[in-house]
């Protein structure tokens, strides 16, 4: 069965510091992969998606297919990256599997 | 509309009673999703339309859980005598077709008492 995986519910980090959020996932083939942000009171929202291969607001993502991983990196924290941030994999039918989220804190 | 449009933004129903909620995507998107996502739990995947067609319905879990979009654009998730564990935000989601990106609405939180 298609799985994401984000071990970290909560991560707390100063501002300047990096950051890493986990996402792990299992899946048959070669899924796409996508990272989604939800800023407070405001819809989910696409970030970046690994075939773009895009740097977002400082963040990059790298897709590790031997370690089935594709962690979200930001060398340099801002308090206004505070926000929750979900992992998400699809195949082809387009559906979108989550993982559960991790709530990113930016603290100053 | 500039996103995809959700209403209602808020329901209260109890229990027993049937609830309609509305998507409208953005205009001229092909594919339509619905997701379910229950407090501190990521979204999860009800069901997904092309056009009219329902291409995917495996995601929804019983067969009180209803949806439909008849003319290819605004869908209607419906749900017949709701039980407790209903509760949870609806998100609709469209896109421009299969590999693009999914835009979402800002959900409907659904309380059932």
């Known amino acids: 069965a298609q799985r994401v995986t984000q071990p970290e519910k909560l991560l707390s980090v100063f501002k300047g510091a990096p950051v890493e959020l986990k996402c792990n996932y299992s899946?048959?083939?070669?899924?796409?992969l996508f990272w989604y942000v939800q800023y407070s009171r405001q819809r989910l929202q696409l970030l970046l998606r690994?075939?773009s291969r895009e740097s977002i607001k400082g963040f990059t993502a790298d897709l590790n297919k031997g370690e089935t991983s594709f962690h979200l990196k930001k060398p340099f924290a801002q308090e206004e990256d505070s926000a929750m941030y979900y992992c998400?994999?699809?195949?082809?039918?387009?559906?979108?599997?989550f993982g559960e989220g991790t709530q990113l804190t930016v603290n100053p | 509309g500039a996103g995809v449009s959700q209403s209602p933004r808020y329901k209260v129903a109890k229990r027993g009673q049937d609830v309609a909620l509305r998507c409208d995507p953005i205009?001229?998107?092909?594919?339509l999703f619905w997701y379910q996502q229950a407090l501190g739990q990521g979204p999860e995947f009800l069901t997904y339309?092309?056009?009219?067609?329902?291409?995917?319905k495996s995601g929804l879990p019983s067969d009180r859980f209803f949806a439909e979009r008849p003319e290819g654009s605004v869908s209607t998730l419906k749900i017949q005598r709701t039980q407790q564990e209903d509760s949870a935000v609806y998100l609709c989601?469209?896109?421009?077709?299969?590999?693009?990106?999914?835009?979402f609405g800002d959900g409907t939180r659904l309380s059932i008492l």
């Open positions: 205009s001229g998107h092909v594919s």
């Open positions: 339309f092309q056009n009219e067609a329902q291409l995917d």
């Open positions: 690994h075939i």
């Open positions: 998400a994999g699809e195949t082809s039918g387009s559906r979108l599997t």
């Open positions: 899946y048959s083939g070669s899924p796409e």
């Open positions: 989601a469209s896109s421009q077709g299969s590999d693009q990106p999914q835009h």
